[in-house]
């Protein structure tokens, strides 16, 4: 059964840090392209962060870029999403999702995922 599973999220003073972790099962990590999205009460979902299969592209939207890092460790099957300098507007619910890819490609569409997580809560308070 495949899953992915986060972890990580909290609640944070505005300019701290929160390390997101994404777990999976069930599939072979090294095969898939992971991304991290993000939902805000009363918002559409929105891409945060991408990296290919290797882990050796990444992609980040303008609003994180230069704050968040994603990275990912075929090793322990893991995903991660160190967010720093946290901001008031990064409140969200944090989804992990991945999609068997056959390249170096770093999906930033959510329709380009098959597989998602079921969220984490990501609370930023100044």
């Known amino acids: 059964q495949v899953q992915l599973a986060e972890s990580g999220g909290g609640l944070v003073q505005a300019g701290g840090s929160l390390r997101l972790s994404c777990a999976a099962s069930g599939l072979t990590f090294s095969s898939y392209a992971m991304g991290w999205f993000r939902q805000a009460p009363g918002k559409e979902r929105e891409f945060v962060a991408g990296?290919?299969?290797?882990?050796?592209?990444?992609n980040y939207a303008d609003s994180v870029k230069g704050r968040f890092t994603i990275s990912k460790d075929n090793a322990k099957e893991t995903m991660y999403l160190q967010m720093n300098s946290l901001k008031p507007e990064d409140t969200a619910i944090y989804y992990c999702?991945?999609?068997?890819?056959?390249?170096?490609?770093?999906?930033?569409?959510?329709?380009?995922?098959?597989?998602w997580g079921q969220g984490t809560q990501v609370t930023v308070f100044s």
């Open positions: 999702a991945g999609g068997l890819s056959w390249d170096a490609t770093v999906w930033v569409r959510g329709n380009q995922y098959k597989r």
């Open positions: 990296i290919s299969r290797s882990g050796r592209s990444t």
